[in-house]
């Protein structure tokens, strides 16, 4: 079998292999981490990342795609040049989606159960029936998120940098605190009990139209498909981007209602500011890669995020 010689470097133009590495002419990208790991074993392949040389005018060359062969996709021959990057010690992306919806799940009810713990003395009242319908939905929520972690979702990448296992955990676990502090303490005064449940049994509504648009991405890429991107279609795929953004904010828009509290408010508004900026990389993307030419699908009209506003 024909073989292939390539020369790795560095972002910075340096040899990495002065030998080269040496493939198959039929050789995947797969194929090139995992000789890259064998002959550089502090680099496992869940830290490699290779791209092809920048072209005229760009300052960065395109990344190489698992599942594609470096001759037929890239057209890459015997002396090319590939660039390194090491994108560091990896976590899996399970892991750390377990530890941050697991914090906010064990630190919120410490409030309500132990408010002796961080009132201190200020005598607790009875909880009102408003308080316990807050702990109920954040409860479901984040039991919900725990379970799509395991059971729905599908990973377009196995692992992401560690240092967003705390980076994460710090925003999920940090906000859990605000949020249950204001809403648990003994001096809450809470709303109409019919204005919140009104509000919360919205908020649910917001939660199964969550779930079923995460139905429908995760059944776009079978397990082992090997499928890249697809346009989304059916339920509100029809009319927005990125429903499961939508129906998630809105979700707490009817939490910070039916608790009426500055704390949850200023979770949601940090929340959506987050799930915008994914959205609209996430619509570029696709009105890029769906543009209609050489046969692809072109993407259709849709809103962002939040119709009518983005």
Not at 153 to 166: D, E, G, R, Y
Not at 168 to 179: H, L, M
Not at 214 to 242: D, E, K, Q, W
């Amino acid at each position: 079998m024909a073989t292939l010689k390539l020369q790795v470097k560095s972002r910075s133009g340096r040899d990495l292999l002065p030998d080269g590495l040496l493939l198959p002419s039929d050789a995947t990208v797969e194929d090139l981490k995992a000789r890259f790991a064998e002959l550089k074993p502090r680099y496992y392949t869940a830290r490699q990342r290779f791209t092809l040389p920048p072209r005229e005018g760009s300052r960065s060359g395109e990344a190489l795609a698992d599942g594609k062969r470096l001759v037929a996709d890239y057209g890459l021959a015997d002396g090319s040049v590939l660039f390194f990057k090491d994108l560091g010690p990896q976590i899996g992306y399970a892991t750390v989606f377990f530890w941050e919806y697991f914090g906010p799940l064990m630190v919120y009810p410490l409030f309500y159960m132990l408010p002796q713990i961080f009132y201190f003395g200020i005598k607790a009242p009875e909880k009102s029936l408003v308080q316990s319908l807050a702990l109920a939905y954040w409860s479901f929520h984040y039991v919900k998120r725990l379970l799509e972690t395991f059971f729905v979702h599908k990973f377009s990448k196995a692992t992401m940098p560690i240092f967003n296992l705390f980076k994460n955990c710090a925003y999920y676990w940090g906000f859990a605190a605000f949020v249950a502090y204001f809403i648990n303490h003994p001096l809450y005064t809470a709303p109409p009990v019919k204005r919140a449940a009104a509000a919360l049994a919205t908020a649910m509504l917001c939660q199964f139209a969550n779930f079923r648009c995460h139905v429908i991405l995760a059944n776009l890429r079978p397990a082992g498909s090997g499928r890249g991107y697809v346009i989304p279609r059916g339920f509100l795929f029809n009319l927005i981007t990125c429903p499961n953004y939508t129906a998630e904010i809105l979700g707490w828009i009817c939490f910070s209602i039916a608790t009426q509290t500055a704390a949850a408010a200023i979770f949601t508004l940090v929340g959506a500011a987050q799930m915008a900026q994914w959205a609209a990389a996430k619509h570029r993307r696709l009105i890029k890669t769906f543009d209609g030419r050489e046969g692809r699908d072109k993407y259709p009209r849709r809103w962002v995020m939040l119709p009518p506003f983005f």
